[in-house]
């Protein structure tokens, strides 16, 4: 009885569709396969962190290897970024003798994301927000180091966004 069972799985399984994803090749417009990423803009008070958009933009476009990162002069699109916004919110707070403080924040950035033809004409824009709670504790350096992962944590989800929001807009033309 178990030998039968056995050849009926193997059998199933022999016979069974298979499944699979198709991969296609990520393009921009008219085909480019160059792009140039400039150094983000910061509007806000929070120095630095801007480049964590760069840095993490970057990232997106060398792990996936569709498009190439290029110089300036050799790009067929520019990328422009502008961190718009960095909103910080207590969301939960320990009450004192003399007011309330808060031991949790909720931050929201939010980036502004275009890209150029060799012309400068826009050709994409698109506007991002992402939030994310982070800890608050009496050491202030500690606190410090808190707020810059969690705008490192949402610049990386928010780049993996800004990446698949590009290819959104173009069709693939390979």
């Known amino acids: 009885m178990r030998r039968n069972f056995v050849l009926i799985v193997l059998l199933v399984l022999s016979f069974s569709c298979g499944y699979h994803i198709e991969y296609r090749r990520k393009s921009l417009p008219d085909g480019s396969k160059k792009i140039y990423v400039e150094p983000f803009k910061n509007s806000t008070t929070t120095a630095l962190v801007e480049n964590y958009f760069t840095d993490a933009i970057k990232q997106e476009f060398y792990s996936k290897k569709d498009i190439k990162l290029v110089s300036k002069d050799q790009a067929d699109v520019i990328m422009k970024g502008v961190l718009q916004s960095i909103k910080l919110d207590g969301t939960a707070f320990n009450k004192t003798i003399y007011n309330l403080e808060a031991k949790e924040y909720l931050i929201t950035m939010t980036v ?63």
């Open 112 to 174: 502004e994301v275009k890209l150029l033809d060799k012309s400068g004409q826009v050709i994409w824009n698109k506007l991002f927000s992402e939030q994310e709670i982070f800890n608050v504790f009496e050491n202030i350096m500690k606190n410090e180091s808190e707020h810059r992962k969690a705008a490192d944590r949402i610049s990386k989800n928010m780049m993996k966004k800004v990446y698949d929001s590009i290819f959104e807009g173009f069709p693939d033309e390979s």
